[in-house]
T-cell receptor
Framework: ETGVTQTPRHLVMGMTNKKSLKCEQH?????MYWYKQSAKKPLELMFV???????ENNSVPSRFSPECPNSSHLFLHLHTLQPEDSALYLC?????????????FGPGTRLTVL | DQQVKQNSPSLSVQEGRISILNCDYT??????FLWYKKYPAEGPTFLISISSIKDKNEDGRFTVFLNKSAKHLSLHIVPSQPGDSAVYFCAGRAYSGAGSYQLTFGKGTKLSVIP
C-alpha cells in the first residue's frame, strides 16, 4: 500500500448505529487530518492530529469522535449520526515542522446516514 | 465567513485553449496557496503551490499567479487537455500554533475540457 488509504470506501448506516472510519498513511508523516466534504460546500476541517496529539477540533459535534493511536493510523468513530451528516469524509496527512508541508489525501469514505 | 472563495462553480474550455481558474481570499495570514485537483471517487491531489512572497510559479502546463494586493490568485492551464477535466480546489495555508499548519479550502471549480 502506498500513500493514504481509507476504509471503507462506502458506508450506509442508520441513525442508531455505531461505526468507525479508518485511515492509514504510508508516507512517514507526523500529522493527520479529517475533513468533511458536503455537496456545494468547501472541504471542512474537522480534526487535526500533530505528533499523535489533537491540536484542533473545529466545533465538531460529539457524535464524531476521533482516535489517533499512532502516527500512521487515524480513526473516526461515529454514533447516533443525523441524515445531514451524509457526506464524503476525507483523511489527509502531512509532515509538520518543515518549511513546506503539502497535505496528501486519501480517496475518502462516502457516508450515507438513513 | 468564507476565507477562500472560488466564485465560478464551473468552467468549460476547448481542448488546446487556456483554462483560467480564479480564487479570492480574505485572510492575510496565509503564507502559502495551493491548488488541488479532484477526480470523481478519488481524494484531492496536490497540483501546484505558491508562496505568499512570490507572484508566479510555473510547473509545466500549470502556472499560478498571485496578486497579493488584490488578494487574488489564478491557475492557468495551457494547453488544456481532456484529462484536465476535474474539480479544482484553491486552498490557503496558515499557521495554527504548536507547529501545526492548516489549509482552508474554497468550494471548488469544475473544469470541463471539451475535445
Amino acid at each position: 500500500e502506498t500513500g493514504v488509504t481509507q476504509t471503507p470506501r462506502h458506508l450506509v448506516m442508520g441513525m442508531t448505529n455505531k461505526k468507525s472510519l479508518k485511515c492509514e498513511q504510508h508516507l512517514g508523516h507526523n500529522a493527520m487530518y479529517w475533513y468533511k466534504q458536503s455537496a456545494k460546500k468547501p472541504l471542512e476541517l474537522m480534526f487535526v492530529y500533530s505528533l499523535e496529539e489533537r491540536v484542533e477540533n473545529n466545533s465538531v459535534p460529539s457524535r464524531f469522535s476521533p482516535e489517533c493511536p499512532n502516527s500512521s493510523h487515524l480513526f473516526l468513530h461515529l454514533h447516533t449520526l443525523q441524515p445531514e451528516d451524509s457526506a464524503l469524509y476525507l483523511c489527509a496527512s502531512s509532515m509538520q515542522g518543515v518549511a513546506y508541508n503539502e497535505q496528501f489525501f486519501g480517496p475518502g469514505t462516502r457516508l450515507t446516514v438513513l | 465567513d468564507q476565507q477562500v472563495k472560488q466564485n465560478s462553480p464551473s468552467l468549460s474550455v476547448q481542448e488546446g485553449r487556456i483554462s483560467i481558474l480564479n480564487c479570492d481570499y480574505t485572510n492575510s495570514m496565509f503564507d502559502y496557496f495551493l491548488w488541488y485537483k479532484k477526480y470523481p471517487a478519488e481524494g484531492p491531489t496536490f497540483l501546484i503551490s505558491i508562496s505568499s512572497i512570490k507572484d508566479k510559479n510555473e510547473d509545466g502546463r500549470f502556472t499560478v499567479f498571485l496578486n497579493k494586493s488584490a488578494k487574488h490568485l489564478s491557475l492557468h492551464i495551457v494547453p488544456s487537455q481532456p484529462g484536465d477535466s476535474a474539480v479544482y480546489f484553491c486552498a490557503g495555508r496558515a499557521y495554527s500554533g504548536a507547529g501545526s499548519y492548516q489549509l482552508t479550502f474554497g468550494k471548488g471549480t469544475k473544469l470541463s475540457v471539451i475535445p
